[in-house]
């Protein structure tokens, strides 16, 4: 069962072309959404921390925002070095009554920005 | 210093050798994790160390050992690995133990011949 969904899987877009990504998840009792960029052969690069719906964070020429269903990262005038896999993961407690809790990811979106 | 470092960056082994992966990091985190990546997938949680005790383990071949032996310390033993666990091996660790906002080394790429 998927519990994380990224759409597209690929995003092809020219310099200064905004966009956004989504990341849509099922997963009861939402400790927390993350979102990680990660270079070829890499690993992930954690980005953004949000809690509850209605948050928005920001960075350079990204922005998350989330609510109750899902999160959008949105790209502002990306550039070529903006392009990565960008990933989405979930977090939930193992078990109720437990504090110890485990990420779920999606299968990330793939961006290229071409000059 | 906000690094988790991994060593080996490339390892080659064949399916009777024995080897090991280290993973440190020093930023006090007392949670550690090892994830598993094909290409074009994402990660897949393996292992789960929280306050250097193993938490979680995503039934996990008995081939893949881990071992924290402090809590700056990570290592995955690796024996009678098959062809099929050629992967990107990724330690992580995090403040606390949810498992968010986790900071990744940047991966031992291993190919079994």
């Known amino acids: 069962e998927d519990q994380v969904t990224q759409s597209p899987e690929a995003l092809r877009l020219q310099e200064g072309e905004s966009s956004s990504l989504n990341c849509s998840y099922t997963v009861s009792g939402l400790r927390g959404l993350f979102w990680y960029r990660q270079d070829p052969g890499k690993g992930p690069e954690f980005l953004f921390t949000?809690?509850?719906a209605g948050e928005e964070k920001e960075k350079e020429r990204l922005k998350a925002t989330l609510t109750k269903k899902e999160s959008f990262l949105h790209i502002t005038a990306p550039k070529p070095e903006d392009s990565a896999t960008y990933l989405c993961?979930?977090?939930?407690?193992?078990?109720?009554?437990?504090?110890?809790?485990?990420?779920?990811f999606g299968r990330g979106t793939q961006l290229t920005v071409w000059p | 210093d906000t690094e988790v470092t991994q060593t080996p960056k490339h390892l080659v082994m064949g399916m009777t050798n024995k080897k090991s992966l280290k993973c440190e990091q020093h930023m006090g985190h007392r949670a550690m994790y090892w994830y598993k990546q094909k290409a074009k997938k994402p990660p897949e949680l393996m292992f789960v160390?929280?306050?250097?005790?193993?938490?979680i383990n995503e039934s996990v071949p008995s081939r893949f050992s881990p071992e924290c032996p402090n809590s700056s310390l990570l290592n995955l033993h690796l024996h009678a690995l098959q062809p099929e666990d050629s992967a990107l091996y990724l330690c992580?660790?995090?403040?606390?133990?949810?498992?968010?906002?986790?900071?990744f080394g940047q991966g031992t790429r291993l190919t079994v011949v």
């Open positions: 160390y929280s306050y250097e005790k193993l938490s």
């Open positions: 949000l809690y509850s």
């Open positions: 993961a979930v977090q939930a407690l193992v078990d109720r009554g437990s504090t110890l809790g485990r990420l779920y």
């Open positions: 992580a660790s995090s403040q606390g133990r949810g498992g968010g906002e986790a900071f």
